[in-house]
Nanobody
Framework: QVQLVESGGGSVQAGGSLRLSCAASVSTSSPYCMGWFRQAPGKQREGVAAIYRSSGSTYYGDSVKGRFTISLDNAKNTLYLQMNSLKPEDTAMYYC???????????????????WGQGTQVTVSS
């Protein structure tokens, strides 16, 4: 079992920065992959970034490459998302997610993530 609690969302003007955190409480298997997804009103959930624990490999959605950075502090079991140069189109609810069971699909397929946080709202104004 994995419990995920996000924090760090808020309102910011375009061009600003925010840092999201996701604290993971693990009682059985540690996640082998953790990621961030976002969902704006009326839109599908979108994969933002993911990181694989053992290799440190990171993946990003095309819309956030070069602006967002995902990182994982293994000692603290905390996932981060540093968001720079924010745009109004980044406005969404951001969710932390974790995989503990092997899933052969793409990193950004929500179906592969078995655990989800409650979400934290990010609002970017122009």
């Amino acid at each position: 079992q994995v419990q995920l609690v996000e924090s760090g969302g808020g309102s910011v003007q375009a061009g600003g920065s925010l840092r999201l955190s996701c604290a993971a409480s693990v009682s059985t298997s540690s996640p082998y992959c953790m990621g961030w997804f976002r969902q704006a009103p009326g839109k599908q959930r979108e994969g933002v970034a993911a990181i694989y624990r053992s290799s440190g490999s990171t993946y990003y959605g095309d819309s956030v490459k070069g602006r967002f950075t995902i990182s994982l502090d293994n000692a603290k079991n905390t996932l981060y998302l540093q968001m720079n140069s924010l745009k109004p189109e980044d406005t969404a609810m951001y969710y932390c997610a974790a995989k503990t069971d092997w899933y052969g699909g793409s990193w950004n397929e929500a179906a592969g993530f078995g655990y989800w946080g409650q979400g934290t709202q990010v609002t970017v104004s122009s």
